[in-house]
């Protein structure tokens, strides 16, 4: 399945503002906006969040790399250009599971 027929089966995250990716010590080491060219991505990490009980774990990571679809081949080969997939990869690949903190539209 592309990415865009995954994104039409996922919750909607029209309700968010972003979400922000936190380190083991709070740190926020990511925002994803809910923006043009981040939308996408902020669909993918709230519904992976909301299946691994608030966090991206490993197991998240993977099926987060299934969900975007021909994009993580896009990713390998130009390193950088996703920085969404790029994170996912690294993730996939650790043990470490990163808290994800909705933020809820105004």
Excluded: C
């Excluded at 995954?6 to 380190?23: K, V």
């Excluded at 009980?53 to 080969?77: C, F, M, N, Q």
């Amino acid at each position: 399945m592309n990415f865009a027929a995954r994104l039409q089966q996922l919750p909607s995250a029209s309700h968010l503002a972003a979400l922000q990716l936190l380190g083991a010590d709070g740190e926020v080491l990511a925002t994803i906006e809910n923006k043009p060219g981040q939308t996408g991505s902020l669909v993918v990490y709230a519904a992976l969040a909301a299946l691994y009980g608030g966090s991206i774990t490993p197991a998240a990571a993977r099926l987060g790399l299934e969900w975007y679809g021909e994009h993580v081949a896009d990713a390998k080969a130009f390193p950088g250009k996703h920085p969404n997939i790029d994170r996912l990869l690294g993730w996939a690949e650790g043990s470490e599971s990163y808290r994800a903190q909705v933020i809820a539209l105004a």
